[in-house]
């Protein structure tokens, strides 16, 4: 009897303590539809409470604010927009590049008669690229606050932006003969290029010595470290105008990029035919990654020790063992281990843009609408 009693006391201590540190399952939830935004708006980011949208027309950019009005943004004779950040003060921050106009003089038209001999004003007759690398700067309801250019050696696409005490920073990309680099450079001072032909810079965080942390991909030799795949995703350390260090993905026959990072590089992007997000340490170290069935790139924020991975799911979830939708966005909401604490989705199946703040959460462009968390 006594063996008994203990043998039911020991599955009483198992069973029941198994069923009750079992982790539930998480279960994906709507996200909210916060507003539609212009077709053509490429990037969205949040101060406060307020967000703005950004993107192209014919020839120059424009910010729509969310319950305000629309910026046009210009630069020179045609221009573009293409990231977008908030400083110190709460400002917005948009950055993107413009070309110059082509000086010339009309030729004269035979057979007008020009008796006091008048030489025709200069006018545009063609367009260069963009070489100018311009910033606007707007405050929460819409006033330009300021705006200026800065000339780049060649035409140029800017793809982050940040703008705090060290000044504002800019990275992307710089075309070349032939191909392309991954630019660097802090306004008004030299850009540091990485790569020669087929590198991209696609986001950026800060060190704490005012340099910064670029991340992208590349198909060449970067700081002597060759090309292991078909195109590698890579991240660089760039200070003082130099790249420092560079760590470069090691698949064999993959074609990988990352395309954005938070400032503990968190880093979202793609693996083939999977979106990738990893969580790297200080030495560009992985601590944590995985991957998911998707046809396009992952996208990460951050808020606080709260971090946030985006993408469009076309399969199994292993952290979400009910989810089967295909071709809808799906949010992750990650702990500071990386496990997953949380899922929402809309049935969009793009990604855009994703950005975040402590009053928001993440806010989410998709199919020209904004999402974002229910917080009710």
Do not use: C, H
């Not at 330009?144 to 250019?149: E, F």
């Not at 030799?221 to 195109?231: E, I, M, N």
Request: hydrophobic fraction near 45%.
């Amino acid at each position: 009897m006594k063996r008994l009693i203990a043998l039911l006391a020991l599955l009483s201590l198992s069973l029941p303590i198994n069923l009750v540190n079992a982790e539930a399952a998480i279960v994906a939830k709507p996200l909210v539809q916060v507003a539609p935004v212009d077709s053509a708006a490429i990037g969205v980011v949040a101060s406060g409470s307020q967000i703005l949208v950004f993107g192209n027309r014919e020839k120059n950019g424009f910010a729509q604010f969310i319950n305000g009005p629309t910026v046009e943004l210009v630069g020179g004779v045609e221009s573009f927009v293409s990231a977008a950040t908030v400083d110190s003060e709460g400002n917005f921050i948009l950055v993107g590049a413009g070309a110059n106009p082509i000086v010339g003089t009309l030729p004269p038209i035979g057979g007008v008669l020009n008796p006091d001999n008048v030489i025709p004003d200069p006018v545009s007759s063609n367009k260069s690229d963009a070489v100018n690398l311009w910033y606007w700067k707007l405050n929460l309801t819409g006033e330009v606050l300021d705006s200026a250019s800065m000339l780049m050696p060649t035409a140029t696409i800017p793809t982050a932006v940040i703008a705090d005490r060290f000044g504002i920073t800019i990275a992307g990309t710089t075309f070349t003969d032939p191909g392309n680099s991954g630019f660097v450079v802090n306004w008004n001072s030299k850009p540091t290029l990485i790569g020669k032909s087929t590198t991209q810079v696609f986001a950026i965080a800060r060190n704490a010595d005012g340099g910064v942390v670029a991340v992208g991909q590349s198909a060449e030799t970067l700081a002597g470290k060759p090309l292991r795949g078909k195109v590698d995703g890579f991240l660089a350390r760039v200070s003082n105008n130099k790249v420092t260090l560079v760590q470069r993905s090691s698949e064999t026959r993959a074609n990988r990029a990352w395309r954005s990072t938070t400032s503990n590089l968190l880093l979202g992007g793609y693996s083939n035919n999977s979106a990738a997000i990893t969580k790297f340490n200080n030495s560009f170290l992985p601590t944590w990654t995985d991957r998911y069935p998707s046809n396009g790139s992952a996208l990460t924020v951050a808020v606080g020790k709260i971090s946030y991975g985006a993408f469009v799911s076309m399969g199994p979830v292993k952290a979400l063992p009910s989810w089967k939708r295909k071709g809808a966005l799906l949010l992750l909401q990650f702990d500071g281990k990386g496990v997953v604490t949380g899922a929402y989705f809309t049935n969009s199946g793009s990604l855009t843009a994703l950005t975040a703040n402590s009053a928001l959460g993440p806010v989410v462009l998709a199919g020209g609408f904004l999402y974002r968390i229910n917080l009710g």
